[in-house]
């Protein structure tokens, strides 16, 4: 198998976590508070991503990167953004809101080319003005028909999308800046836990359900796995190329949400879904117009 193609099964295995195997673990845990779910994904995904810090030979990198107060700097803002984008994520999970996740990273390109052109003073495309514009439409439309903003999707969209501007802005690698993201976490994670565990009592191992508890072991895995297949298809493939692969997390996400949780799906929320893919239907045609020229370019 050449390089590129196993770039490419990496990105499809990629997305393929993040939008199916994802939100069902985090159904099987829906019955522990979002916010302790949150503090075991740090605590295992700590005592997960050690090891793989190690066998990748990333700690050399690591050790420079702390020393880089500029860089630290960054990475605690992006921490932030990171473990709320977690939070949010886990309980839209938990609430029967997959379907409104879902729709949250398909607007999140969009809200990527508008935070780059308000933070970073980018120039926007006409293609991507009308993208946009349609989104803003989409979203329009769910407050008058339905009654409501989709904030869940908006906030995991915007939460993801600082969060990605922040680590453009520090260039660390993946599994080093998730480290030390977790490291600031870390001492946080302890004194909850050991709050919670004194007020209300904790669910991992006190649950009288075994299985909850060995599937909050596994919340450092379903954190580490995706994101080394993603750094695998990174290496191996174009990042405008990858990018039209991101897709794949939230159309999974949507069917699992329709086929299997049975959540909610009205002719007026059609619409809005319908809205926000075409806005990305002409956002990925002018992507690709681009990424042609440029070729022809050069």
């Known amino acids: 198998m050449s390089e590129i193609r196993l ?3 990496y990105a499809v295995l990629a997305f393929l976590f993040w939008g199916g195997i994802s939100p069902i673990y985090f159904k099987q845990v829906s019955t522990v508070d979002s916010f302790e779910v949150l503090i075991y994904r740090v605590l295992f995904s700590f005592l997960t991503l050690l090891p793989f810090l190690f066998l990748k030979k990333e700690f050399q990198s690591f050790i420079l990167t702390i020393k880089d107060m500029r860089k630290v700097k960054y990475l605690f803002f992006s921490t932030i953004f990171a473990s709320t984008n977690w939070l949010i994520f886990i309980w839209a999970i938990s609430n029967n809101q997959i379907m409104e996740a879902s729709l949250g990273y398909y607007i999140n390109p969009l809200v990527n080319v508008f935070l780059g052109y308000l933070i970073f003073n980018e120039r926007m495309t006409k293609n991507q003005y009308i993208a946009i514009f349609i989104a803003v439409l989409a979203i329009l439309y769910q407050f008058f028909a339905i009654g409501s903003i989709p904030i869940i999707s908006l906030a995991l969209a915007f939460s993801f999308g600082l969060y990605g ?7 660390v690698g993946s599994i080093v800046g998730l480290f030390i993201e977790i ?3 870390f001492p946080f994670a302890l004194i909850y836990i050991y709050y919670v565990y004194k007020t209300q009592g904790i669910a991992f191992l006190q649950n009288s359900d075994n299985y909850v508890s060995f599937m909050l072991v596994l919340s450092g895995l379903i954190t580490v796995i995706p994101l080394l297949l993603f750094n695998g298809a990174a290496r191996r493939m174009k990042l405008t190329t990858l990018g039209f692969f991101q897709y794949i ?3 999974v996400a949507f069917f699992i949400a329709l086929y299997i949780y049975n959540e909610e799906f009205s002719f007026d929320k059609l619409v809005t ?4 893919w075409i806005a990305l239907v002409i956002f990925s045609l002018d992507s690709f117009i681009k990424n042609k020229n440029n070729k022809i370019k050069s």
């Not at 501007?165 to 260039?171: G, I, S």
């Not at 879904?273 to 926000?276: D, H, N, S």
């Open 7 to 9: 770039g490419q099964l």
């Open 165 to 171: 501007m922040l680590r453009k802005k520090v260039n």
């Open 183 to 185: 490291i600031i976490l």
């Open 249 to 251: 997390g939230p159309s």
């Open 273 to 276: 879904f319908v809205l926000i």
